[in-house]
Every structure is written in structure tokens, then in C-alpha cells.
């Protein structure tokens, strides 16, 4: 027990000196006498985001460009730190939201990514896609729209009759309305919604080959990836199914498609034109630089595209090179200043 101490006051140590140098660099960073100006990019993470998108490659990539990664003490005033020339957050309640706030209209050259506002709206499901719709993108490149959907708030025993309503067809895919929880569920037959759990978005299921893309957008920068997504399901087996079938996220389902071998009607990526377009005007409707879309194809259509996700600051850890389009991006925000 006492070498378990010793090791752990040793790590404290070595933890207290480690920040005490970034403070100096920090504070040196605008002292005429340093020979190159550092990038200070003040982070508010979780431990589990820190540790997916704060890896050692990333770090050590950024310290070579003159970028350098400071944690945000949430105990102390945000004001009294840094000073920073960006900061990068992801985190969730109203008390960080003001605070961030405030911070943006007293600190107007700090690029913050992203704004509180913006990001609220990506995580209400009712709204999440309004833009996407609204847009109703068709070029010759395709045409990208969203899945009929439904809001039920409350009272699961109403929600075959709402659905009914609303015309939606079977099966359909159950989402918490607010997206911090991953979590889906496909309902098969009607008996089975009452099962559901609201708040809750219906989205009607559209069989897509079993592949989805993720595009990230970081900044004017669009990388797409495949990745597999729930399978198809046929007349037949939505005929000879029933119940309410649970699934963590869509991501969890399976592993990247980046290598199988897949029909090219299913595996072909969308067309980058298409994808840069539609990014370009998310972008500046939803006011957010750090995103991903979740598209999917309509299996059996060449080019009818559905946006059935948006997610804020994603695992960029995923993305590949991310580290050199991240570190490229947080420069490009200093030039444009």
C-alpha cells in the first residue's frame, strides 16, 4: 500500500510539472522575446474525449506546427486563463453554456469551436435535420433529402395511432429525442411501439445496403468513410418479425467497410461535389465547423442520398490523417483573423 502512494504522488508530480511548463509557454507565447508565436488552443473535454482526440500523434504533430494544447480548469474563471486563441470544447449543461458565452462577448479574437447555441440545436432531434430539409439539395450530382419522421413527447400508448396519423410506414427506427445517447431501436410492428420509451424522434427506415457513410467536416475540409449500418429488411421479414429490436448505436453494429469487398452500387462513395456542397451549406446555416454527417443511399436508386444523423465535435480519432486536417485547420483559423 505504501508503494501504491508513493507511485501515485509520483504521478501527481510528474502531472503538476508537466502543467507548470504548458503555464510558462502559455504565458511566454506573447512576450516579444519568443523567437515563434504558439497557437494556444485552451480544450474542455471529457476524460473519454480527451483521451480518444488528444492522441500522442495529434499532440506531437501540433507542438511541430507551433500549436499547443492547454487543458480549461473548470474551477477556475475562464477568463483568468490562458490567454488562448482558440478554444475547443464539448461539453454539455447550462452553467458551461453561459460561462462559454459570456467568455465569447468578452473575448471576441477567441475563435470558440463551436458556439453553445449552434450545438444545442444538432442535439434536439426535432430540429436536428430542419436545415438538411429546408435545403432539399438536388444537382446532377443527386439529390439529398431526410427520412419522414415523428416526434411522440410523451404516452407511449398513443404512439400507433400518431404514427398511423402521419402516415409513416414499417419498421421504423426509435431515437432518444435528445442526441447525447446513441442508442436505437427498430420497431417491426405496430403493437410493439407502446413498448417505446418517449421522448422519442420515428424515423422511417429506408433500406440503404447495410452501409452507411460518415462524412467529417472539419471546417472546408470533407473526408468520407463507409462503415456498416444495420442490414436491410424485406417485405418478408418485416412480415414474419415482430417486437422491438435494441442496437447501442449504428456505429456499434459492425466495424469500417473500408475494406470489404461490397457491391459497387451499395460501397461506391457519393460524389465528392455533392458531399462539398452540401457541407458548404451546413456549414453556414448551422453556424458549426466541427460535425459529421451520417448519410445513407437508398438501396436500388443510383444517386438519392438521406442524412439520417448529425453529430457535433465526432470521433475525429476515426477519421484518417485526422491529425494533419485538424492541426491544418486550427492554423487556417489564425490566418483568417
Not at 243 to 248: A, D, I, L, S
Not at 262 to 279: C, F, N, T, V, W
Not at 283 to 307: A, M, P, Q, S
Request: charged share 30%.
Amino acid at each position: 500500500m505504501k508503494m501504491m502512494g508513493e507511485n501515485v504522488v509520483e504521478y501527481e508530480r510528474k502531472v503538476e510539472e508537466e502543467e507548470e511548463r504548458e503555464r510558462e509557454m502559455v504565458a511566454a507565447h506573447r512576450s516579444p522575446q519568443q523567437q515563434m508565436k504558439l497557437v494556444v488552443v485552451g480544450y474542455a473535454l471529457t476524460s473519454k474525449k480527451t483521451k480518444s482526440f488528444l492522441q500522442p500523434k495529434l499532440v506531437g504533430l501540433a507542438r511541430n506546427k507551433g500549436i499547443l494544447f492547454v487543458a480549461i480548469d473548470q474551477s477556475r474563471p475562464l477568463s483568468d486563463q490562458g490567454p488562448f486563441d482558440i478554444v475547443l470544447h464539448k461539453l454539455s449543461g447550462s452553467k458551461w453554456s453561459r460561462i462559454l458565452e459570456e467568455y465569447r462577448q468578452t473575448h471576441p479574437h477567441v475563435a470558440v469551436l463551436d458556439p453553445p447555441d449552434a450545438i444545442e440545436q444538432i442535439y434536439n432531434r426535432q430540429y436536428m435535420l430542419e436545415d438538411v430539409a429546408d435545403l432539399n439539395l438536388s444537382d446532377g450530382y443527386g439529390k439529398v433529402g431526410v427520412p419522414r419522421q415523428l416526434v411522440i413527447e410523451k404516452d407511449p400508448s398513443s404512439i400507433s395511432d400518431a404514427v398511423d396519423k402521419a402516415g409513416l410506414s414499417l419498421p421504423l427506427v426509435a431515437k432518444p429525442l435528445f442526441a447525447k445517447s446513441h442508442e436505437l431501436s427498430l420497431a417491426y410492428d405496430k403493437v410493439s411501439l407502446q413498448k417505446l420509451k418517449p421522448p422519442l424522434v420515428l424515423q422511417e427506415f429506408i433500406n440503404h445496403g447495410g452501409v452507411l457513410f460518415k462524412v467529417f467536416i472539419v471546417g472546408e475540409a470533407v473526408k468520407v468513410v463507409r462503415r456498416f449500418s444495420l442490414p436491410d429488411v424485406s417485405k418478408r421479414e418485416l412480415s414474419n418479425n415482430a417486437g422491438v429490436f435494441h442496437f447501442p448505436r449504428v456505429s456499434c453494429v459492425a466495424a469500417s467497410a473500408e475494406e470489404a469487398d461490397l457491391d459497387p452500387s451499395i460501397g461506391e462513395l457519393p460524389p465528392r461535389p455533392l458531399l462539398e456542397r452540401l457541407a458548404r451549406e451546413l456549414r453556414r446555416r448551422l453556424g458549426l465547423r466541427l460535425f459529421n454527417l451520417d448519410i445513407i443511399r437508398e438501396h436500388g436508386t443510383k444517386d438519392h442520398y438521406y442524412v439520417i444523423d448529425i453529430n457535433y465535435f465526432p470521433g475525429y480519432g476515426k477519421m484518417p490523417e485526422y491529425e494533419h486536417i485538424f492541426t491544418d485547420f486550427l492554423l487556417s483559423l489564425m490566418k483568417q483573423k
